[in-house]
């Protein structure tokens, strides 16, 4: 892994292919780590986020992830998240958002 930003709900790290991969809870607090890291890694060719060690995610996470997918768009890509859990699908699902994404792979 290369990179590293955390509190104490959630760590965000930046692996070797350029994926930003969050580890935790995407909350209230844990939403603006991963609003920095995304802004960060924004300008590569195509965003990337590993989602396969969150557990939890509520609408500052969701408000971080609609966020980068507009300014993704307005670019021509789009954002693909990885490792889609149960959690994350369901925000997703329910909100009407899943299309704002390209979903790379699910896990169980």
Do not use: K, Y
């Amino acid at each position: 892994m290369t990179g590293s930003m955390n509190d104490e709900s959630l760590t965000i790290d930046v692996d070797d292919g350029g994926a930003i991969v969050v580890h935790g809870d995407i909350d209230m607090a844990g939403g603006p780590v991963l609003e920095a890291a995304i802004l960060q890694r924004e300008e590569h060719q195509q965003l990337v986020i590993d989602l396969d060690d969150v557990s939890f995610i509520d609408s500052s996470g969701l408000r971080s992830l609609l966020g980068a997918s507009r300014r993704a768009r307005s670019r021509g890509t789009d954002v693909v998240l990885r490792s889609v859990g149960p959690e994350v699908a369901r925000l997703l699902d329910i909100t009407g958002t899943t299309s704002q994404f390209v979903i790379e792979s699910h896990r169980g």
